[in-house]
């Protein structure tokens, strides 16, 4: 049988630094944060679960018709690591999972073939991880084991990166990809994105 994934959503943050909600931000008319939830569910995944916190309530409608499921972050405010948190909790029981597929909505120039790319080097390493490389980290997207993330702390801004990057790069799976640098903290990093026509002007 087949491994089974599950795609978990990083949607509820509140763009302090760029000042309004970069998840309603459209490529091609489409909002990043369904765009992320649509190229997630590209990748088949067994269940796609989506963590909101910040504007929960002005972004649900960004995710109507799309077969997924929405958990609510009350601490959103705590940090990265509180939202993975939530995303963990919701499928960690659930034995037929044997990996995650972790993704925000901020990096606009990702494609679904990159996720596809992952899970597939994902299934292939000694770890049953695979991460995303650009500017010199490791990082998201990224797939996770079950096992190996199941009893990780995650609080405060700590997310996977402490994991990843603890990892053996020999039995580590990575697939770069310079172009997913570009997230979008800033207004600058909008305008870059724009000129790329990786974003609605």
């Known amino acids: 049988m087949s491994p089974a994934h599950a795609a978990l959503v ?25 765009r992320a939830v649509r190229l997630a569910l590209a990748s ?35 940090g990265m690591g509180s939202s993975l948190a939530c995303l963990r909790a919701a499928v960690h029981e659930d034995a037929s999972i044997s990996h995650s597929l972790v993704l925000g909505c901020d990096q ?48 405060g801004d700590q997310g996977l990166r402490a994991l990843l990057e603890a990892m053996a790069l020999d039995g580590l799976g990575c697939i770069v990809a310079p172009a997913l640098a570009l997230d979008l903290d800033t207004q600058g990093d909008v305008l870059a994105a724009v000129e790329r026509g990786w974003l609605d002007p």
Not at 13 to 28: C, P, V
Not at 128 to 147: E, I, K, L, N, T
Request: charged share 20%; net charge positive.
């Open 10 to 34: 990083l949607g509820a943050g509140a763009s302090r630094r760029l000042g309004h909600a970069k998840q309603a931000l459209t490529r091609d008319g489409e909002p990043l944060l369904r």
């Open 44 to 78: 088949a995944p067994a269940r796609c679960v989506v963590v909101l916190g910040a504007q929960a309530e002005a972004l649900r409608p960004a995710l109507d018709g799309l077969p997924v499921e929405i958990v609510i972050n009350p601490d959103w405010s705590a």
């Open 108 to 155: 606009p120039a990702l494609g679904a073939a990159h996720l596809q790319d992952l899970l597939a080097a994902a299934y292939r390493a000694a770890s049953g991880c695979a991460v995303s490389a650009y500017a010199g980290v490791r990082g998201m997207p990224a797939v996770v084991a079950q096992a190996r993330w199941r009893d990780l702390p995650l609080s």
